[in-house]
């Protein structure tokens, strides 16, 4: 990949990674107009560092607001750290089991198949249109009149809000901070609660995924007898990083006042809109 085309696709993730509007569907589509493969482990392990680059900016754009509710007493630390441990915990054994079941029913399909990785799904822009529309939909019904509860989050909000998460994670196109934010809305989260807490699972969730991504690079390198990993296998990455951090500060100044205005709806809208254009795409041969 070329400087141009990272930093493009850095500045595309750094927008649409904190907004709810599904990511890598947007890095993957304008991948494809770059004729790159969304697949490769290359490939992966830069989105990964992109979604590193929001993570950075995440922890800047909240830590105030993290002390305040989170940080403020050994208690409220302490209950915080459960909430995220319950939601990443079911995270993780939802996306796992996912894993395992997408890479056993291609292998089912393709009997000649030489490895079958839950990646190759990244190539289907079929069902990227499907996570969109799905995510579009759910946002929309976050918006539905409710009431709203008095309490905090509660262990049942974790392991619903963990559950939507992990969900997410096999399939681009199902936003991630777009699916937890709206079911925490559905449970009766108050808007800049569940926003936070959201974001935190972002942050625990993202050195797993780095770890993953970069330990399969390696040993793509390996199995094909391709040279040593050395630091210029992730310079571009950490540019893409840097480029990332910023534009993912702009996004999150955004979300956020969208959804204190109560304007959550507008990004269900879009992702229908983005759904129709990654279906363009599909029927374009892309």
């Known amino acids: 990949m070329s400087l141009i085309q990272i930093v493009i696709l850095a500045l595309i993730q750094g927008l649409a990674e904190l907004l709810p509007i599904s990511s890598s569907a947007h890095v993957i589509a304008a991948a494809k107009l770059m004729h790159l493969d969304p697949s490769a482990p290359e ?129 681009r196109g199902f936003s991630r901070s777009g699916a937890t934010i709206s079911i925490g809305l559905m449970l009766g989260i108050a808007k800049q609660r569940v926003e936070e807490f959201s974001f935190a699972l972002a942050v625990a969730l993202t050195p797993a ?17 391709g040279p040593p990993i050395g630091p210029h296998d992730f310079l571009p990455s950490l540019v893409g990083m840097v480029f990332s951090f910023i534009a ?21 809208i879009y992702c229908f809109a983005a759904a129709a254009g990654v279906f363009a795409l599909y029927r374009a041969g892309y």
């Open 43 to 171: 490939f992966t392990l830069l989105l990964v560092m992109l979604h590193t680059g929001t993570m950075f900016a995440v922890v800047v754009y909240f830590w105030r607001a993290w002390k305040r509710a989170f940080f403020s007493s050994r208690e409220a630390f302490m209950r915080f750290a459960r909430f995220v441990i319950i939601a990443t915990a079911v995270t993780g054994i939802l996306a796992l089991g996912l894993k395992f079941g997408i890479e056993r029913v291609i292998r089912h399909q393709n009997p000649g198949i030489e490895k079958a990785e839950v990646e190759q799904l990244f190539n289907h822009l079929e069902l990227m249109v499907a996570g969109l529309a799905a995510a579009g939909v759910l946002i929309l019904c976050s918006g539905l009149p409710r009431r709203r509860r008095d309490e905090d989050i509660t262990n049942r909000d974790s392991l619903a809000i963990g559950a939507i998460q992990g969900l997410c994670l096999p399939f």
């Open 209 to 225: 995924v780095v770890w993953w991504e970069a330990r399969r690079l390696i040993r793509h390198h390996g199995e094909t007898n």
């Open 248 to 268: 993912g500060l702009v996004a999150l100044r955004l979300l956020s006042r969208l959804l204190e205005r109560g304007q959550w709806w507008i990004f269900g």
